[in-house]
């Protein structure tokens, strides 16, 4: 089951039973007040972008719902990418960080600085947990998506490639930042359960659709 709940994050994360979470994926908003233009389509600001005050709390939160063998993925910029760390490392291992290189570029300062095309992804455990599969390297290659659903929207084969590595079918997946709900829609296509928190009324509607519309994996 995959559930898009339209809530703050603080307050549906009480609902989550303590130690149910093996997997936690998500995107949380990065601190530097980020506005898209991709495209010719203005979003709309990102809630709560402006600040990391929440760090301290969504990290204790987590810690209670995590199992003791859980995992955690969560993306992040090299802006605030320190600060990030030092929250996650009061309550969890981490273990590496991830780069997701996009393979295709972003905007910004177009003559003054070098061309975006990553962006991290801490990795972190809860205890010993070994990851499925072979031993892959750190840089994951995916395209971005070329779809509006979001100003940061994560493609679908990425989040399921990593909900693959660290999760088996049936278990739990949490995002506390749905965003366009591609955790939700990767965990339906590979058979795990999973809960989605997003503030944002029209990415859980958009979001509800896409899932509705996804079916399982056949392998």
């Known amino acids: 089951m995959q559930k898009i709940i339209n809530i703050d994050w603080n307050i549906g994360i009480k609902s989550v039973a303590e ?48 199992k003791n ?33 996009k393979e295709n570029h972003g905007t910004g300062d177009l003559k003054g600085d070098y061309a ?29 998506t070329k779809n509006n659903n979001h100003p940061t929207e994560k493609p679908v084969d990425l989040i399921s490639y990593l909900i693959e590595k660290s999760t088996d079918p049936g278990d739990l997946v949490l995002d506390t930042f749905g965003g366009s709900c591609s955790t939700a829609i990767a965990s339906k296509q590979t058979g795990r359960n999973c809960i989605v928190f997003e503030i944002e009324v029209d990415y859980c509607n958009n979001g509800r659709k896409n899932l509705a519309g996804a079916s399982k994996r056949l392998f």
């Not at 995992?71 to 780069?99: A, D, P, T």
């Not at 990553?118 to 995916?142: A, H, Q, T, V, W």
Request: hydrophobic fraction near 35%; proline fraction near 3%; charged fraction near 30%.
């Open 19 to 66: 130690g149910s979470v093996d997997l936690v994926l998500t995107d949380p908003p990065y601190g530097i007040n980020y506005r898209s233009n991709k495209r010719g389509k203005r979003h709309k600001k990102m809630q709560n972008d402006n600040n990391l005050d929440w760090l301290d709390k969504w990290v204790i939160e987590l810690k209670r719902v995590c």
């Open 69 to 101: 063998e859980a995992h955690l993925y969560v993306f992040c910029s090299w802006h605030n990418v320190e600060v990030f760390k030092f929250f996650l490392g009061k309550e969890f291992r981490i273990k590496n960080i991830l780069i997701w290189e």
């Open 116 to 144: 975006p095309k990553y962006e991290m992804i801490i990795f972190c455990s809860n205890g010993s947990k070994k990851l499925n599969g072979k031993r892959d390297c750190n840089i994951l290659k995916s395209a971005k």
